[in-house]
């Protein structure tokens, strides 16, 4: 039992739109908000969208947040000034990198270091990989370092010394020789982010930890004080890029775990969802208005990698779940370049000035306008609201894009939602079929304001037989919100060869994992109903580089059992067997898991708003071009349509929230919890 009664509200902040759910289980009370997100305060928008849904902050049980902030500031190259000191001898890791390129072909490229070079400071000291001190720590230098970096204009600062996951103690103590002469406590050790053996992952890693914290803190401090100021009295819990979630009020001491803490809510949104629905194996597909985002979930359960490169030199090695981002959302800018071909994206309209269709002032085609030219968004409403002429988006569709592609308005707008298609379909690519999975073994969870539109056709390409479309599409990632638990992972590093492992030492390791995740969820104001416990190791074999995730059931598993799964999961991803080579443990890792209690996601559409036909749900009619030609194609209210329902394509859902778009020859039903399957290519 949640320790307040009322609402638990999720407020997920996008590049477009700023979404709200809130649900209340024992009563059923449902507030859906969606306001234009304020990208120079998000605290604003989250403000703006408390506002439109009616909620009275007092009364909230619980709010929680995902957030871009620390994303957009990665991506942007906004960040703090922030100082590094380091190992003598080892300024230059960050910039060093891999011998990687930014382009596989290309025979150029640049990379500038979070860090500058004139802020990243030596000092004495030196730890073997044994842990074994070989230099003692200078702390005389330490102190001269800090001063020096304060003098600099650093508000954060980064200790990164070599071999720290093996013995931290240096690390440690420079730390509190710093937190003396430190104005703040944005002090990141590198060991406490990331305890792993790869300098460069682990410094870099740190860098954006400690690049960022001070602007998480700044933002999470402004919120919490104006919902404190309207009442609020609980705390604001953050989601995590890992798909859990953590208290405002700690989240900033590893601010690293909250890029990508958007995508992540509503990866957790679908793994709830098509678990209660019966299709635990999707590919999710998240369409906004700047972006899209694919990930892979088996059996209900996320994939999450602690590899993920956000951009060229820029790895974040703490857990985080795996979602692939591609440059087209619905307001992703469509564009003929001097070559004379027809691009898409990456460029986009965002939400100020938005699509042409949105009436803010925008003259650029994009996909939404695209969209409204085929008939697939509601022009009149579109005209009542924004107060755009459809006239106006064709005239701008010729002069850009129809005449100098020489083909028809209505051709220019079917190529760019073509290619646009193109793009995402390589996106799910890289999260199936790149990584041995059959998309035809996985539904597509299509979600975001603009995925139900393009969904259908996705999965035609992809060969995905169903495509499953949550209650309320366009507010997803704030429903991931909702549902998410808490969790707290853990990476330690080992990097034995498993007939040299001691026994027993792997069981310890992840006891000690354990124990600091249940005190961890016990600290937070929710209370959970039960604890989860995930065990994998990173392995590889001896003088290989790349790492397999290996899961186990057990913490206890011998190291005879641990070759042999080793050994099976790299059969299984490249077929290859190397019996006589040693299996090498790189890193034990650890999640500990706390399971909130479940919602009830059907009231997220109102049941005594459903009709009892279908019929009495259609609004009316208008033409809509599919693949070749138009069709009088009907349209319906989601709100209205029976619980029950089963009808064939084409047809045209529209709900508050986003526009579902049924094709001909496919069919779509009903479930018991609001969902709509859409099954491709079935209809007679």
Known sequence: MEKRSGLVVGIDVGGTFTDLVGLDQHTGEVRLAKVPSTTDNQAFGVLEALAAAGCDLPALRLIVHGTTTTTNAVLERKLSRTGMITTAGFRDVLELGRRTRPQAYGMTGQFVPIIPRDLRLEVPERVDAGGEVVTPLDEAAVLVAGKTLLEAGCTSVVVHFLHAYANPDHERRAGEVLATIWPNDHITLGHAILSESREFERGVTAAVNASVQPILDSYLRRLTEELEKGGYPGDVLVMNGNGGMVSSKRVAAEAAKTVMSGPASGVMAAAYTGRVAGLPDLITYDMGGTS??????????????????????????????????????????????????????????????????????????????????????????????????????????????????????????????????????????????????????????????????????????????????????????????????????????????????????????????????????????????????????????????????????????????????????????????????????????????????????????????????????????RQVWFEDRWYETPVYWRDHLPLNLKMEGPAIIEQMDTTVLIEPHDQVEGDAHGNLIIRVGVAA
């Open 292 to 621: 899209t985002d694919v990930a892979l979930i088996r059996g209900a359960q996320p994939a999450v990698s602690n590899e993920i490169e956000i951009e060229y030199a820029m790895p974040i090695h703490v857990p985080m779940v795996d979602v692939r981002t591609v440059g087209a959302g619905g307001g992703s800018i469509a564009r003929v370049n001097a070559a004379g071909l027809l691009e898409v994206g990456p460029e986009s309209a965002g939400a100020d000035p938005g699509p042409i269709c949105y009436g803010r002032g925008g003259t650029e085609p994009t996909i939404s306008d695209a969209n409204l030219l085929l008939g697939r968004l509601n022009p009149a409403q579109l005209a009542k609201t924004h107060g755009i002429d459809q006239d106006e988006v064709a005239h701008i569709f010729g002069k850009k894009l129809a005449r100098p592609l020489g083909l028809t308005v209505t051709e220019a707008a079917e190529a760019v939602i073509r290619l646009a298609n193109t793009k995402m379909a390589g996106a799910t690519r890289m999260v199936s079929l790149s990584l041995g999975a059959d998309p035809r073994d996985f539904a597509l969870f299509a979600f975001g304001g603009a995925g139900p539109l393009h969904a259908a056709a996705l999965a035609r390409e992809m060969g995905v037989p169903h495509v499953l479309v949550p209650a309320r599409p366009g507010i997803t990632n704030a429903i991931g919100c909702v549902v998410a638990d808490l969790r707290h992972d853990f990476v330690r590093t080992i990097n034995r060869p498993v007939d040299a492992l001691e026994p027993g030492r792997l069981a310890e390791i992840f006891a000690g994992q354990v124990a600091e995740g249940e005190r961890l969820i016990g600290k937070e104001t929710v209370a959970v109903r039960e604890i989860r416990r995930l065990y994998s190791v990173d392995m590889q074999f001896v003088g290989q580089t790349h790492l397999l995730r290996v899961d186990l059931e057990r913490p206890d598993v011998d190291n005879a059992t641990l070759r042999r799964l080793f050994e099976e999961a790299y059969f299984r991803r490249f077929r290859v067997e190397l019996a006589e080579i040693r299996a090498n443990v790189v890193n034990a890792n650890c999640s500990v898991i706390g399971v909130r209690p479940p919602l009830d996601l059907s009231t997220l559409i109102d049941p005594a708003g459903r009709k009892d036909t279908l019929e009495a749900a259609q609004t009316g009619s």
